[in-house]
Structures are given as structure tokens and as C-alpha cells.
Antibody, heavy 121, light 107 residues
Framework: QVQLLESGGGVVQPGRSLRLSCAASGFTFRSFGIHWVRQAPGKGLEWVAVISYDGTNAYYAESVKGRFTISRDNSKNTLHLQMNSLRAEDTAVYYC??????????????WGQGTLVTVSS | EIVLTQSPGTLSLSPGERATLSCRASQSVSSSYLAWYQQKPGQAPRLLIYGASKRATGIPDKFSGSGSGTDFTLTISRLEPEDFAVYYCQQYGSSYSFGQGTKLEIK
């Protein structure tokens, strides 16, 4: 079965950097686009970024563009999110998410358990 | 950016009743690329409906989705205690965006 396991969350000061990872198993990782979605404490869901199956294309929410970079290592079935210049408003649980078809135009069928990032001095 | 507005914000119903949740988009959602999710406290969201009306794997038929263009509905028939949760709609036709959520609570 599809499994997505996020790691790398923690407490970080404003302006600093953090790198999240997502280990994937149970499906052909190299064939699927993968997303990051976040949820601030007590708030709703916000899409963050997506990367194509081969890593050649990436798209970002305006709120993180220029500060976050999504990448993948298909040899290790791993997704990353490099987060720079962190702000208090980036505090959230970050979920690694994929679809059933690998297409950009599909519902988010599979979710990891999430990793909490807290930006605070 | 397509903005999704869900109503009501909170819906108070009793077990056995029928729930009707609404999601309105600021512009037409192409090809009915509209999904619904259920989220319980401390858990990741779970996909219920995609393509506006297709049930995801393992989702019981008491959950149904309908609509097109800018107006979409999630209906839950015969509410059971485990159905009380927060529900989000999402569009994935033009970038991605979520509604603010509807909390379904026990009356």
C-alpha cells in the first residue's frame, strides 16, 4: 500500500532554513507527481508546491515562491522541501501528498501523517 | 486564483439525518476538477470525492458529490457518529486551492 512518511520538522527561528523530507513506498515513485500541502494550527489546508514525476517541473503557491524549493531523488524514493527565510506564518503541519494517477489534475488520494514546523524566536 | 467558499461554516445535525454541504467557486472549475475531503482531529485529510462525483476507493455510498461550473455539493445521507468532522472542498483545475472548511458537529 502507498506510504508517505515525512520528517525534518521542528522549531526554527524566523529567517532561518529547514529541510523537510518525505520517504515514499508502495508505488512507482518515479512515475508520480508529488505535492506538499500545509495546515497552520487550527486553520484550513493550503497547497504549497508540486513537482513533476521526473523533477523537471515545479510549481509553487505565491506565498512561498522564491523561498521554498521542492526537489526529488527518484533513486531513493524521496521528496524534499527546502524552506528558506522562514516566517511565523509558515508555522504548520506539512503533508506529503500524491494522487492515484500521477496527473496534476487529480484528487489528492494519499497523504502522509505530516510533520510540524514551528517558526518562533 | 480560484477562491472556494464553503457554506455553512458549521452545520449542527443529529445522527441519522442528512447533511448537505456547499462549495462555490469564484470562477468555473474546469472539467469538474473538484474534490471533497474529510478531516478528523489529529489526522490527515481523507479523500472522499474527486471529479465532482466519483467516490474514492473504500468510501461508502452514503457520501455523494454533485455539481459543475461554480456550484458543488457534498451530501452525506444517514449521518453516523464517525461522520462528524471537518469537510473541505478543493479545486485542481487551475493550480490548486481549498475552501475554508465546514465543521459538521453533533446537535
Amino acid at each position: 500500500q502507498v506510504q508517505l512518511l515525512e520528517s525534518g520538522g521542528g522549531v526554527v527561528q524566523p529567517g532561518r532554513s529547514l529541510r523537510l523530507s518525505c520517504a515514499a513506498s508502495g508505488f512507482t515513485f518515479r512515475s508520480f507527481g508529488i505535492h506538499w500541502v500545509r495546515q497552520a494550527p487550527g486553520k484550513g489546508l493550503e497547497w504549497v508546491a508540486v513537482i513533476s514525476y521526473d523533477g523537471t517541473n515545479a510549481y509553487y503557491a505565491e506565498s512561498v515562491k522564491g523561498r521554498f524549493t521542492i526537489s526529488r531523488d527518484n533513486s531513493k524514493n524521496t521528496l524534499h522541501l527546502q524552506m528558506n527565510s522562514l516566517r511565523a506564518e509558515d508555522t504548520a503541519v506539512y503533508y506529503c501528498v500524491t494522487t492515484d494517477s500521477g496527473s496534476y489534475h487529480d484528487g489528492f488520494h494519499y497523504w502522509g501523517q505530516g510533520t510540524l514546523v514551528t517558526v518562533s524566536s | 486564483e480560484i477562491v472556494l467558499t464553503q457554506s455553512p461554516g458549521t452545520l449542527s445535525l443529529s445522527p441519522g439525518e442528512r447533511a448537505t454541504l456547499s462549495c462555490r467557486a469564484s470562477q468555473s472549475v474546469s472539467s469538474s476538477y473538484l474534490a471533497w475531503y474529510q478531516q478528523k482531529p489529529g489526522q490527515a485529510p481523507r479523500l472522499l470525492i474527486y471529479g465532482a462525483s466519483k467516490r474514492a476507493t473504500g468510501i461508502p455510498d452514503k457520501f455523494s458529490g454533485s455539481g459543475s461550473g461554480t456550484d458543488f455539493t457534498l451530501t452525506i445521507s444517514r449521518l453516523e457518529p464517525e461522520d462528524f468532522a471537518v469537510y473541505y472542498c478543493q479545486q485542481y483545475g487551475s493550480s490548486y486551492s481549498f475552501g475554508q472548511g465546514t465543521k459538521l458537529e453533533i446537535k
